[in-house]
């Protein structure tokens, strides 16, 4: 195979793959923020803290229970944060 038909091939995937990317990341943005919107909704107002934000992202990976230990010892009650827990990698 000549480098340049190479060269091209390589810059083909990498656009499909990076495309896939920009596809994919609004979609895990919208999830995060729904757990995050629900204890905000138990808060009542108040902005989520950093703690939340992490919590909810551990959600997103799959793991519901750290994210569920996470939003607890975070304040939110046991209720709320299982139901954030399941939004977030839907």
Request: aromatic share 2%; charged share 15%; hydrophobic share 40%.
């Amino acid at each position: 195979m000549r480098a340049s038909t190479r060269i091209a091939s390589v810059l083909t995937g990498l656009t499909l793959a990076l495309g896939g990317v920009a596809f994919t990341a609004p979609a895990a943005q919208a999830d995060v923020s729904a757990c995050i919107n629900q204890v905000e909704r138990e808060l009542q107002g108040g902005e989520a803290p950093d703690s939340v934000r992490m919590a909810c992202y551990v959600g997103l990976t799959g793991d519901q229970a750290h994210c569920v230990s996470g939003l607890t010892a975070g304040g939110v009650t046991n209720g709320t944060a299982a139901s954030a827990c399941r939004v977030a990698p839907e």
